[in-house]
């Protein structure tokens, strides 16, 4: 069956740097693209970044030039670099696979940004 699972969240200080890395499996993953998402307690969850097959990468206004999204076909991989966290960046982070109308959701990993 398809699984994506995330790892990598934790607490981190402001100002600092942390990766999250979403492993997929059951998928043909070249062909999807994947993206991160996030969703802050009482907020409405939100697209992060996403990186398609050819690896045309887009971000939020909100992690521009903070954050990068890159993938790694062989290892069914997909990772979001964080750079110069802020508190607000504070949220569960959810990998996301969505290729022709299929979309699938990992569990959520949890990044808290506070000092």
């Known amino acids: 069956q398809v699984q994506l699972v995330e790892s990598g969240g934790g607490l981190v200080q402001p100002g600092g740097s942390h990766r999250l890395s979403c492993a997929a499996s059951?998928?043909?993953?070249?062909?999807?693209?994947m993206s991160w998402y996030r969703q802050a307690p009482g907020k409405q969850r939100e697209l992060v970044a996403f990186?398609?097959?050819?690896?045309?990468?887009n971000y939020a206004d909100s992690v521009k030039g903070r954050f990068t999204i890159s993938r790694d076909n062989a290892k069914k991989m997909v990772y979001l670099e964080m750079n110069s966290l802020k508190p607000e960046d504070t949220a569960v982070y959810y990998c996301?696979?969505?290729?022709?109308?299929?979309?699938?959701w990992g569990q959520g990993t949890q990044v808290t940004v506070s000092s």
């Open positions: 990186i398609t097959s050819g690896s045309v990468t």
């Open positions: 059951g998928i043909l993953f070249r062909i999807f693209v």
């Open positions: 996301n696979a969505n290729y022709g109308g299929s979309i699938y």
